[in-house]
């Protein structure tokens, strides 16, 4: 039992360049989460999902977009990547959205130069 | 605004001393608390919710809303604690997101 799986999990890439983060779960959750973290500062939430084909923007959207196609995987793209975008991201999901008990991946550190 | 606040980025203890891990949150509404933490080189897990009202791996965290605090204790830290916490709120209006703190690092000495 995998839970979920981050892809890649670290990544350079230079400005203007784009590139696709996947994460992918087993548990058959409904909710999936995508934050990033940045030096002292909380997980914020960058975009979410609340079920297959949904997705509504979270805390800091701005300069990504994201897909829900299968239950089971949630995309996270940037299209231009900008230096600010250097962060670790991390997907999490649940199996409701009272129940606030995420399972997170193990985290995508993303670099921009 | 909702906030959580963690206002010690790193907290050091000796090897059987109390720990105290410090969050306090601003919320108009009932908030829900939690605490996540993040061993080395594992991945964020939810260590305990306010509403459990449960102690795990010796931490336990009462809800304060007087004080507007969710502080974490354990009587006799342990090495194996050192790692990074979390406190985190569901926002109750909001689709149950999480605002999280910018967490505490523990470092517990031998």
């Known amino acids: 039992n995998a839970g979920v799986t981050q892809t890649p999990k670290f990544r350079v890439l230079k400005t203007g360049q784009s590139m696709t983060l996947l994460c992918a779960q087993d548990m058959n959750h409904e909710y999936m989460y995508w934050y990033r973290q940045d030096p002292g500062m909380g997980l914020r939430l960058i975009h979410y999902?609340?079920?297959?084909?949904?997705?509504a923007k979270g805390e800091v959207p701005d300069g990504y977009n994201v897909s829900r196609l299968k239950k089971q995987n949630f995309l996270l793209g940037l299209e231009s990547a900008a230096p600010s975008q250097t962060s670790v991201y991390f997907c999490?999901?649940?199996?409701?959205?009272?129940?606030?008990?995420?399972?997170f991946g193990s985290g995508t550190r993303l670099t921009v130069v | 605004a909702q906030r959580v606040t963690q206002p010690e980025k790193l907290l050091s203890v000796f090897k059987g001393a109390p720990v105290e891990l410090k969050c306090n949150y601003s919320?108009?509404?009932?908030?829900?608390l939690f605490w996540y933490v993040q061993y080395s080189r594992q991945r964020l897990q939810l260590l305990l919710r306010?509403?459990?009202?449960?102690s795990i791996k010796g931490f336990t965290a009462d809800l304060n809303k007087g004080e507007t605090s969710f502080h974490l204790k354990k009587p006799f830290a342990q090495e194996e604690d050192s790692a990074m916490y979390y406190c985190a709120l569901s926002r109750m209006d909001s689709n149950y997101q999480l605002i999280w703190g910018a967490g505490t690092k523990l470092i517990i000495k031998p």
């Open positions: 306010h509403i459990s009202r449960e």
């Open positions: 999490a999901s649940s199996y409701s959205d009272r129940v606030v008990a995420y399972t």
């Open positions: 919320y108009s509404g009932s908030p829900e």
């Open positions: 999902s609340v079920g297959e084909g949904t997705t």
